[in-house]
């Protein structure tokens, strides 16, 4: 069975810094697809990025990129230039080509002004 | 264009009881997937329906359930509900079942079972 982790719980940045959050997942599948959703409190889940897997190049977004290692099952988020309004939670999401949409645990961000 | 409309927002149901919550897809979307989530169990997937058809089902006993409308609007029922059940229940939907495109959520239904 596929599965997704995200090992930090918590992280914390300052306005204006970089921060990456981290994921991993477990899959026998080549066909897929990775995502990353931001949840802040008003608890609707936004799509911040996403990659397909056959693509070498990491997906970017404005400030919001990816590092994506196929091999390393591995799956980063690094977001620049943090704004306030970045401070959410942070799920990152896998999906095979016709199955469902596997959640992480989640990762609480912080910004401090 | 209108985005994910889950009715609705707040619920509080007695034990036993039974509740049916709403969610509206983007116009266009024809998947609608459905999701629970609580602080111990993180996002656990429900079902999935493309075409008025359960593509995907999660692994909930049979109390939990749903359906599709022909203009893709979708329900989820729970039936002889449980503490247990208190939850946010999150609707989402894409364009079509299957493939790499982004899911849209709703704001979700906080179901408060007492």
């Known amino acids: 069975a596929q599965t997704v982790t995200q090992s930090q719980p918590e992280m914390s940045v300052q306005e204006a810094e970089t921060v990456t959050l981290s994921c991993t997942y477990d899959?026998?599948?080549?066909?897929?697809?990775l995502f990353w959703y931001k949840q802040p409190p008003s608890r609707q889940m936004i799509l911040v990025i996403r990659q397909e897997a056959y693509k070498q190049q990491n997906a970017t977004e404005n400030r919001f990129s990816v590092n994506f290692q196929k091999a390393a099952k591995s799956f980063s988020l690094k977001i620049s230039d943090s704004q306030l309004g970045d401070a959410a939670m942070y799920f990152c999401a896998y999906r095979s080509a016709a199955d469902k949409l596997i959640f992480g645990t989640g990762t609480r961000l912080q910004v401090f002004p | 264009k209108a985005g994910v409309t889950q009715t609705p927002r707040y619920l509080i149901k007695t034990r036993g009881q039974q509740v049916t919550l709403s969610c509206s897809p983007i116009?266009?979307?024809?998947?609608v997937s459905w999701y629970q989530q609580t602080p111990g169990q993180g996002l656990q997937f429900l079902f999935e329906?493309?075409?008025?058809?359960?593509?995907n089902k999660g692994n909930f006993p049979g109390r939990f359930s749903g359906r599709q409308f022909s203009n893709s609007r979708s329900e989820m029922n729970v039936s002889t509900l449980e503490l247990g059940d208190s939850a946010l229940y999150l609707c989402?939907?894409?364009?079509?079942?299957?493939?790499?495109?982004?899911?849209?959520f709703g704001s979700g239904t906080r179901l408060t079972v007492v």
């Open positions: 989402a939907s894409t364009l079509i079942s299957g493939g790499g495109y982004g899911y849209t």
């Open positions: 329906y493309f075409s008025e058809t359960q593509r």
């Open positions: 899959t026998s599948e080549s066909d897929y697809y």
């Open positions: 116009s266009g979307h024809r998947s």
